[in-house]
Nanobody, 128 residues
């Protein structure tokens, strides 16, 4: 049974930083890409970033490029999202995701929600 557990969310002032973590269990972590998504109330879940199984390739949505960095530590079964220069519009719930099947990491953002395992989400609030 695949489990994803996020942590690291919280309240931060605009311009500040947070680092989200996601620990995975239940299968071999290092053979799957990983990703982060986010969702505002009443809106669809939005792709944020993804990373290849060895961490050599990363992909981002345009609104976070240059501010967010996704990384992973396969020895710790953990994926991270370093978020810098946070803006009030980054205030949403962030979700860790891993595809049910092995797919290219750049495809994570175009597959439906049913194609991924999901964590429980962690709230990020950026005050202005």
């Amino acid at each position: 049974q695949v489990q994803l557990v996020e942590s690291g969310g919280g309240l931060v002032q605009a311009g500040g930083s947070l680092r989200l973590s996601c620990v995975a269990s239940g299968r071999t972590f290092s053979i799957y890409p990983m990703g982060w998504f986010r969702q505002a109330p009443g809106k669809e879940r939005e792709f944020v970033a993804s990373i290849s199984r060895l961490g050599t390739s990363t992909y981002y949505t345009d609104s976070v490029k240059g501010r967010f960095t996704i990384s992973r530590d396969n020895a710790k079964n953990t994926v991270y999202l370093q978020m810098n220069s946070l803006k009030p519009e980054d205030t949403v719930v962030y979700y860790c995701a891993s595809p049910r099947a092995i797919i290219p990491p750049q495809d994570m953002g175009v597959r439906g929600e049913d194609n991924h395992y999901w964590g429980q989400g962690t709230q990020v609030t950026v005050s202005s």
